[in-house]
C-alpha cells in the first residue's frame, strides 16, 4: 500500500448527487463506505434524505436500502465531509457562450480544499478539456488546503462512463478508466475504483484519461452528424437511409451503424466535442472535422420541422392550423432527462408556427418553453394532423399514436410501418 491510499472502507465523498454521483455513491455504499453525498441543490438533497430518487439508474428502493444502512448521507454542508479519506467529484460541466464553463469544478474545489488531510485521495470524474486537472483542480486543493498534490494527497482523473437507462453497461461493469498524477496517486485512485467496478484500466496520466472521454463523445458525434447530413439527401433523392445502414450492418468489419435523428441531445454529445474544440483553438489550431459536426446536428430539429411542415402542406394543412402531437420529449428513450433534448427545440419551433401542439411522455411530466409550463397527456383521446416521434419510449404504444393521427412523422424508425406512416 502507498502511502496515499485510504483505510479501506473507510469514507468516501462524492461532490454531485446527479446523473453519475449518485449511482457511484449508491455502489460505494453497497461495498461498504461510509459516503457523504454533497449537492447544492438544497431541494435535491431533502429528496434523497426522504428516501425519493431523481436519477433513472436509482430507484427509491435502493436509495432507502443505502439510507438504512446509516452509511449514506445526503447532504450541502462540505462540513460533513471533515476527516474524509476518498472524495470523487462529478459535478456538471457544461458550455457557457460556447465556451467550457469550470465554474462548477471550481466551486467545488473550493469548498472541499479545507477537509483535505495528508494522505486524502482526491479525484475528478467531470468531463473537461486536457489539462483540467493539473491546472485548475490541483492549484485551488493546494491553495485552500495549504498542502501539497502528490507529495501530501493524492490526485487523479477517471472519466465517468455512465449510460443512463441502459440495463446492459451499468457503472459496475463499463470497464474504468483510471489515472494519477503520480505512481503513487494512480494506486490510490485504481484502489478505490477496484472496489467498486469489475475493470479498471490505468493510463498513464489525467491528460490522457481527460482526452479519452472527449474521444468517445467525439466519435459517435461526427459519425452521427454523418448519417443526419445522408439523411437529408437520402430524402432528396428517394433513398430510404434506414435500408442503406440495415444493408451496410450486414457487412462484418469495417462499419459500425449509427443512426438518424431529430438532433443531439444529453450533457455529453452536444457538449463534450465543444470543450475539445476549444481546448485545439486555444493552442492555434481549428477542429473543423468536429466545428461541422456540431453545425450538422444543430440543424436536424429545424430539418425535422421543415419535413413537418412539408408533409402537412401536402394534405392541403398549414402548419399554423394543424393539431400536432410530439411524441417523447426526453434525450433518449426511457429515461426523464431532458438536457439539450433536441425534442424540445422541435416543439418550440412548431409553437413558433402558432402549431396546436401537445406532447405525450410517461416520464418527463412538465416541460417549461418559453416560459409556458405544458403537461404531457394523460392519454391518447384527441385527433392530430401529425405526430412526430422524437423519443421512442418502450412505454407510448405506437399503434395508438398511428390511430389517432393522420400522419405519423418517425424521425425514430420505431413506429410499426403502415400506411400513414412516414420516416425521416
Excluded at 459516503?35 to 432507502?64: H, I, K, N, P, Y
Excluded at 443505502?66 to 467529484?89: C, E, K, N, P, V
Excluded at 459517435?220 to 444493408?247: F, K, M, P, Q
Aim: charged share 20%.
Amino acid at each position: 500500500m502507498s502511502t496515499w491510499d485510504f483505510q479501506i472502507k473507510g469514507t468516501l465523498v462524492v461532490i454531485g448527487q446527479g446523473y453519475v454521483g449518485l449511482p457511484v455513491a449508491m455502489r460505494a455504499v453497497e461495498v461498504g463506505y461510509r459516503v457523504v453525498g454533497l449537492d447544492t441543490d438544497t431541494v435535491r438533497v431533502w429528496a434523497l434524505q426522504d428516501g425519493r430518487s431523481f436519477v433513472d439508474d436509482v430507484s427509491d428502493a435502493q436509495l432507502q436500502a443505502a439510507l438504512a444502512t446509516g452509511r449514506y448521507l445526503a447532504s450541502t454542508a462540505y462540513s460533513d465531509a471533515a476527516g474524509f479519506d476518498a472524495a470523487i467529484i462529478t459535478v456538471p460541466t457544461p458550455l457557457k457562450d460556447g465556451y467550457p464553463d469550470l465554474t462548477f469544478i471550481e466551486d467545488a474545489a473550493r469548498a472541499l480544499a479545507p477537509q483535505v488531510r495528508r494522505g486524502s485521495t482526491v479525484i475528478l470524474e467531470s468531463t473537461s478539456y486536457p489539462g483540467t486537472t493539473e491546472e485548475i483542480l490541483i492549484p485551488l486543493l493546494e491553495r485552500g488546503s495549504g498542502l501539497r498534490a502528490g507529495q501530501d494527497f493524492a490526485v487523479g482523473y477517471s472519466p465517468e462512463r455512465i449510460d443512463p437507462g441502459n440495463p446492459r453497461f451499468t457503472f459496475v461493469n463499463t470497464p474504468k478508466v483510471v489515472s494519477g498524477i503520480d505512481p503513487e496517486s494512480l494506486a490510490a485512485v485504481q484502489h478505490l475504483y477496484a472496489d467498486l467496478v469489475e475493470t479498471t484500466v490505468p493510463v498513464s496520466s489525467p491528460k490522457e484519461a481527460e482526452l479519452t472521454k472527449l474521444l468517445e463523445n467525439t466519435f459517435r458525434h461526427v459519425n452521427i452528424a454523418l448519417v443526419n447530413e445522408l439523411t437529408v439527401y437520402c430524402h432528396a433523392l428517394g433513398i430510404d437511409i434506414w435500408e442503406v445502414i440495415r444493408l451496410a450492418g450486414t457487412k462484418p468489419f469495417g462499419f459500425m451503424p449509427f443512426f438518424p435523428g431529430p438532433g443531439v441531445g444529453g450533457h455529453c454529445i452536444p457538449v463534450d466535442p465543444s470543450y475539445l474544440s476549444w481546448a485545439v483553438r486555444k493552442h492555434g489550431f481549428q477542429f473543423r472535422f468536429v466545428e461541422l459536426a456540431q453545425e450538422i446536428n444543430e440543424r436536424m430539429p429545424a430539418y425535422a420541422v421543415s419535413r413537418i411542415t412539408e408533409l402537412l402542406n401536402d394534405r392541403g394543412f398549414a402548419v399554423s392550423r394543424s393539431r400536432v402531437l410530439c411524441v417523447g420529449v426526453a434525450y433518449k428513450p426511457d429515461v426523464s432527462d431532458c438536457r439539450e433534448s433536441p425534442a424540445l427545440q422541435v416543439l418550440r419551433k412548431l409553437l413558433a408556427l402558432r402549431a396546436d401542439v401537445d406532447y405525450i411522455d410517461p416520464h418527463v411530466p412538465e416541460v417549461t418553453i418559453d416560459g409556458r409550463t405544458f403537461r404531457s397527456a394523460d392519454s391518447l383521446d384527441r385527433q392530430y394532423d401529425l405526430a412526430v416521434v422524437l423519443t421512442a419510449h418502450t412505454a407510448i404504444d405506437l399503434d395508438a399514436v398511428a390511430a389517432v393521427s393522420d400522419v405519423v412523422f418517425d424521425t425514430r424508425n420505431a413506429a410499426p410501418s403502415g400506411d400513414n406512416v412516414v420516416r425521416l
